[in-house]
């Protein structure tokens, strides 16, 4: 299969510039101008003009909740709703029934995946209090790395004794991604919170149940073992400035740098679109749909995380996408699930970001998939390159549309995003060179790829 996609204004690797794209059996093959291709013969002409052409998104943390927890999502619906939202690969977590903690319920998940998923995948690996032993067992091209949960969250995966947690930093082969609160201050909060406000606190009280401290101190640990250990560190959806500050601690920013490659930097840190576009004023409106763990925060710390997407100390965005329903979602900060549906809308929300001049159009190409490629070391994706796969997402500006319900793709149906009017629409994504997603519709007879490593 040949295919030219022209008219198109590309963002690729710091550079936004007129070009067309030829792909050819899945694969770049080159970026040329329109005068050298008028006598070529292609048997697909994608008509660009008014778009931008961007690489495909690539969502380093997403909870696609198969096996065991499909009644609110599985990768057949959550793979659709990333198609929709530009999305073409994403690393899916651990926390699922069974847990994704040995080698042969990651091997379901993969064989899940061959069948089901409608964009490219891959899976991390979820560290335990007792399984580090099978660490050197892990394929490390086929995984982005090893899921580490320091603060209960959605699936009981805390992982709190010291000397587990010395094992896992000392002695993984792969980055290790972590979600960092600390419990026992978590718990703390909680019981004060009950006392004051009742069983079930109002969720406006999530951040402070979930506080900056228990951010912090867990954050500060994490980064203790890494820097003991020599661990790549991956720090989960930061949602604080005093993180930040600690992360920085004066010094040069800690980040992933536009060349090829990792920087000497063992510690980086993921923002998602959630905490970067809410605050806890949003509480009073959307109340538990905007639920997560971590809480969202105050103003302050979305600004600070907003203003660090620009000077480094954010290395990627990502989701968190992490699908209940609405009668999971039911209750306060006791009995309410946390977490919430977003790839869908990833794309379009961190554009909003660009036009209200938060960062630069080639900035959210860098944080949304060059530098997902650069930190996990994926093979071929993330740039507009000749000899890397044509994952390609067309945006347009100035198109007007409000999320509906009938046009959410997740299982869970709904969208803490309904009834908000966008200015950039997904107009085409682009899956190995497959038009997997062309103005509301997605193919789903089209299958993905396993994503390679390293």
Sequence with gaps: MRTIIEGGTIVNEGRTFDGTIIIDDGTIVSLESLENLESQDHLERINAHGCYILP????DHVHFREPGLTEKADIDTESRAAAAGGVTTFFDMPNTKPQTTTLEALEEKFALARQKSHVNYSFFY???????DTFPQLDIHRIPGIKLFMGSSTGNMLVDRREAL???FSSTPLPLMAHCEDTEIINRNMAMAKEEYGDDPSVAHHPEIRSVEACYESTKLAVELARKYQTRLHIAHLTTAKELEYLTGGQSPC???LTEGLSPCEVTAEATVS??????????RLG???KCNPAIKSERDREALQQALSDGRITVIGTDHAP???????GGCAKAASGMPMIQFSLVTMLELVDRGVLSLERLVELMCHNPARLFEVRQRGFIRPGYRADLVLVRPQSGWTVTPDC?????GWSPMEGHTYLWRVERTLCNGHSVYVNGQVDTDYIGEEVAFR
Excluded: M, P, W
């Design 255 to 257: 980040e992933v740098r």
């Design 56 to 59: 495909g998104i690539i969502d």
């Design 288 to 290: 538990t749909r905007i």
């Design 275 to 284: 905490h970067l576009y809410f605050s806890d004023r949003d509480y009073a």
């Design 324 to 330: 209940h329903l609405l009668s999971q979602k039911e």
């Design 126 to 132: 979820g560290a335990t209090n007792d399984n580090a």
């Design 166 to 168: 010395e094992r896992i």
């Design 408 to 412: 959410i793709q997740s299982k869970c």
